[in-house]
């Protein structure tokens, strides 16, 4: 018998692609992702973005420390989308009076009026996964719970 199908029954099912978590989460994250992309692209701007309008209209004028914990990025992977968002007219960037190591974000009003056109996406997302609310809120807290215990 071969090795491939010793892993076909199960011998070494541990090692199969289709029995990996990292797996289904990352064809998951692509697909998620291709659906964003089709979204985002009325808006003229990437997933990364998004995700930090998103923090800034829950937010707004927050220091990018602050930015960068709620979405678990650190400065150097996240100054560049603030300065790409920027440069769009979306958000400026200042240094705190307070404390002139920290900078502050604001969105401009074109930044908040950004929100208004993206307020269809989470049902546009929910019909597209073709599941319930309840089952995506389950799946959301499901995926939290892996993430706090895998940081922690």
């Known amino acids: 018998m071969t090795t491939s199908q010793d892993d076909k029954k199960g011998q070494n099912a541990p090692l199969l692609l289709d029995q990996q978590l990292c797996f289904a989460l990352y064809s998951a994250n692509l697909a998620v992702h291709k659906l964003y992309r089709q979204l985002l692209a009325k808006l003229g701007i990437t997933y990364p973005q998004y995700l930090v309008m998103m923090v800034l209209w829950e937010r707004d004028d927050i220091t990018v ?88």
């Not at 989470?122 to 809120?137: F, K, M, N, R």
């Open 65 to 152: 420390s602050a930015i960068g914990e709620r979405l678990f990025l650190d400065s150097a992977t996240l100054t560049p989308l603030l300065k790409r968002l920027e440069s769009a007219g979306l958000l400026s960037r200042q240094r705190s009076r307070q404390d002139e190591r920290q900078v502050a974000v604001r969105l401009t009003e074109e930044g908040r009026a950004l929100r208004r056109q993206a307020e269809g996406f989470p049902q546009a997302v929910q019909c597209a996964s073709a599941c319930d609310s309840d089952t995506l809120l389950a799946l959301k807290r499901q995926l939290e719970t892996l993430r706090d215990n895998l940081n922690a």
